[in-house]
């Protein structure tokens, strides 16, 4: 399992001879309508030239379903499987492509690839379909909680599972967990690892001052080593 984050919320898992990414941002869309939220990390053109098999969105937010970044992964000729809750597969489908299969992946759904079985779970977020997607891939569980609060809806979701790790926002804005939220989250469902994300794109949040004694700070463009 590689784990690679692409900034923002953006994370790229190759695993099992397929590549997911999730929720990927790798534009400047954002500025566009809102001008103080431009990106302060520049683009790596690399990202932008991969070949995904599975693509994530959790929520139709622009920084989550940026257009400007999936018309590089979705068009006549691609053949891709976006998993996306209803408001996001509304937007995401209209790229086309008959080869594309777009999957209604609200909460509760679950897709099987091959050897990756993915589980939507609820997130609480201003996006009512918003969702956390979970994977299962060479015998463990990674969980990435999409856009969310620390809400017993979400808790109430989750499958009786082990998670090596836990990819969730800790910028405190915008209907996300703050860092005081986001650790007792982490310890609410027992992860091994913690990796903060949605920070540094838009604000000079200091991941280090998130207080879980198991955390994994990630490196932009760099693979997240979990140990």
Not at 86 to 93: G, I, K, L
Not at 141 to 159: A, I, M, R
Request: proline share 4%; aromatic share 12%.
């Amino acid at each position: 399992m590689k784990i690679t984050w692409l900034g923002q919320a953006g994370l790229l898992f190759e695993t099992c001879g397929k590549k997911v990414i999730i929720d990927p941002y790798l534009s400047n869309s954002v500025a566009k309508v809102q001008p103080q939220n431009y990106r302060r990390i520049p683009i790596d053109e690399r990202f932008l030239k991969i070949r995904p098999d599975i693509i994530v969105i959790t929520h139709n937010h622009a920084d989550h379903l940026d257009k400007e970044t999936l018309c590089h992964y979705l068009d006549e000729n691609s053949k891709v499987i976006v998993l996306a809750p209803y408001s996001a597969w509304q937007e995401v489908r209209k790229f086309g492509g008959l080869k594309n299969n777009y999957v209604l992946f609200n909460n509760g759904a679950r897709w099987t690839e091959d050897n990756i079985v993915f589980h939507a779970v609820k997130a609480e977020h201003s996006d009512n379909y918003s969702i956390g997607v979970i994977i299962t891939a060479e015998g463990k569980n990674y969980y990435v909680t999409g856009d969310t609060l620390y809400s017993e809806k979400v808790f109430e979701s989750l499958p009786e599972l082990t998670f090596e790790a836990v990819f969730l926002p800790v910028n405190g804005v915008g209907n996300n967990m703050n860092m005081t939220d986001a650790v007792k989250f982490i310890e609410r469902i027992k992860a091994k690892f913690a990796v903060p994300i949605h920070f540094g794109m838009f604000d000079k949040i200091n991941p280090k001052q998130f207080g879980f004694s198991k955390k994994i700070i990630p490196e932009i463009y760099k693979e997240i080593i979990l140990i």
